[in-house]
């Protein structure tokens, strides 16, 4: 399940355990994920059935790409979804890291609790 977070950022994407998502540059739009092997290993899939958090309200769309093994990568707005590894909740620290990886930014209006 993906929620929209607050991070040192802003507000973000991420998993239901408030790791944030990223996407990668070297990924096109609808694309197969380009991030595979060495890469794949700092950057793991987001993978699983593509659903938003009760308290989220995305402006894109989420999906799902096949990846090489035959699995379901999440995506979001066409783009396969990333986490990077060892990171601690709310973490952006792989942002812009390479200038390929970047958060997926949205706003307060996404979270639809307490308004």
Partial sequence: MLI?????????????????VYTYAGDTKGGKPTCT???????????GIPQVGPAASLPGTLGTVTMANGGKQVTYNGY???????????????????????????SK?????GT
């Avoid at 396969?80 to 060892?86: A, H, R, S």
């Avoid at 601690?88 to 949205?106: A, E, Q, R, Y």
């Fill in 37 to 47: 092997g060495t890469c794949a290993t700092l950057w793991p899939a987001v993978t």
């Fill in 80 to 106: 396969p979804l990333y986490t990077f590894k060892g990171a601690g909740p709310l973490s952006t620290k792989g942002d812009g890291l390479d200038g390929k990886w970047h958060v997926i930014k949205l």
């Fill in 109 to 113: 209006k996404n979270v639809t609790w």
């Fill in 4 to 20: 929209v977070e607050r991070s040192k950022l802003g507000w973000v994407l991420a998993e239901g355990s408030e790791v944030v």
